[in-house]
């Protein structure tokens, strides 16, 4: 962890811890473990995690759990809608898996400031794998500027982060089906691979 | 336009058979009694990993009833240098076998359809699979599946007339093994603008609907003016900035107050229609579900839940007009079977949807889609994008456009 904590300014490796945690949650729930949490002036005002299972809703991303989170808090507060505009463009997002074509294209609509991913998503992926959503040149998809995501050695670093956090708090605990999950939909391969090695267990 | 038309939307734009992108290959003659021999040592050392669908051996017949044969040795380098930065193991078998290579030409994709195939066949012998999947009205519809695609359109253009004060994109899910509604939506954004700073709309749907719009007001069929005259006094300008999908980004451009009523500028038509599916399914088998004490109503009163007096909650079926033909999806005969999300079901919207949306619909595994009007700024189906040529989607649908007849725009369909 040491070494990690030169690596990255310290908000960014909290808040992703924050947004594994919200994985974690959804593991709980065999959900598929994705979680995000999103922060404004360096203070998480919003998280979610996958329910996708529990809602029968496929579409019921960790993300766009948090971005309602959020609308129902500002709706309470009666924001207008030019107020929760300004507010979403100085919010960041940060998750533990490259948010999906769906969800990229939400996070562009609702105009959020930065994205901070930890692993790509080559079936889904909305921010580089299979489309670029971010950085279209014909729109501004993500105003106020372009999300700033991880490079694929910090990706490959906060993977075996995720793996380990998953591996120390589940090992016990994840169902054959969670695994499925984890292979298939969150491509998080050094999780696998971390579990191979530190767990023996078959995958 | 007079009549009623289906179009297949298909996966990959057009293109002319004979203009497909080539890759350059090395290969060369070779003796024909160590065909056998070769393929199978260059599989090996040279595979052609992306080029799965290109055949190995290229067989010519030549004067005098003889077969001349060539093999594909391995990918050309993007650099001239040829021989150089060819794989030494590949070398080898040339120099053994004594081979006089050279360079051509093959096709860098599978073919998609018979005619690409056999274009592809005259560089270099290509293998052609037609798609594995088929789903029903790719290669056309009968009469009888034509005309309930047709009622169900008409339906959800009725939809978008009728929402409130202003158009807006409607979506109907249809199960269409037993021809009924699941359920409808319209959007929700709440994206009522004032007329000032729009964006001028020269497609020609809009156009349409500005027409029916008039028309439908002189008729009093629909008459939009008097019933929200108190909130929305000036909406016969503002057409169809209301359709969210046209325009995902403009509801932060909202000038006026709307903080009294509820709105969302995520809840798209679709979105909306998906979420209202899963609140059905899980009111018709709540034993499956973890939450089994949240009853349907709760769920569906849970998005409109900002408990403001001005809902635009719009999702559930008892909105239905009175279409004696369409039936509720809700206690009724499809009780029995319970369909993993919208496996099998049919997705109509009046507009095509934005990229959201469609991905949306590929989550949660629509089975066709059909929309009327095109969406040229931001449609995901064959405007901008064209999610459903992305294969490495876990789930792919079909898509159509129903081409509709001017006259519905002129009065009640």
Known sequence: ?203 | MDTWQILHIPDNPPIAPDQQPTVDVIASLIDPKFANTLVRRLNQISPLENLRHVKRVKKKFVEGGKTQLSVILCLASENGNQLESMQNDVQELMNSYKLSPFITKVCKYAALSKEEWEEQCKLWPTSYHPPTYNIDGITGFSEEDSQSVFRFMKYAIQLAKSSDNLVVNAAVIVDPSVKQVITTACDQTCSSYSPTNKITLETSCCEKLEAFISHSDSDGVLNHQTVHSNSFPDKSKQLCTGVSCLYPWQWADQQSDMSSCYWHPLRHAAIVAIESSAARDRYLFPSLGKIQDKSFEMDNMQSSSAGSPAKRQKTNSTNVHSDDNLTNGEGSSSLSARPYLCTGFDMYLVWEPCIMCAMALVHQRIRRIFFAFPNPDAGALGSVHRLQGETSLNHHYAVFRVLVPQQIFSREG
């Open chain 1, 1 to 203: 962890m040491s070494s990690l904590g030169e690596e990255y300014p310290d908000d960014t490796l909290t808040f992703m811890l924050l947004a594994m945690e919200q994985a974690k949650v959804a593991i709980d729930c065999l959900e598929v473990p994705v979680g995000c949490v999103i922060v404004e002036d360096g203070k998480v005002i919003a998280s979610g995690r996958n329910r996708t299972t529990e809602t029968r809703n496929a579409t019921r991303h960790a993300e766009m759990e948090a971005i309602d989170t959020l609308l129902e808090q500002w709706r309470e507060k009666r924001l207008s809608q030019s107020e929760v505009a300004k507010t979403f463009s100085k919010c960041k997002l940060y998750v533990t898996c490259e948010p999906c074509i769906m969800c990229a294209a939400a996070l562009s609509f609702i105009g959020i400031k930065e994205v901070f991913y930890g692993c790509g998503n080559d079936k889904f992926g909305g921010c580089g794998s299979i489309l670029s959503l971010h950085s279209s040149s014909s729109e501004p998809l993500i105003s106020g500027g372009a999300p700033r995501v991880f490079t694929s050695r910090e990706i490959l670093m906060l993977q075996s982060l995720i793996g380990l956090l998953l591996n120390r708090q589940h090992n016990e605990q994840c169902s054959n089906k969670v695994l499925d999950f984890l292979k298939v939909c969150t491509s998080l391969s050094s999780i696998l691979q971390d579990f191979k090695t530190e767990s023996g267990w078959k995958l």
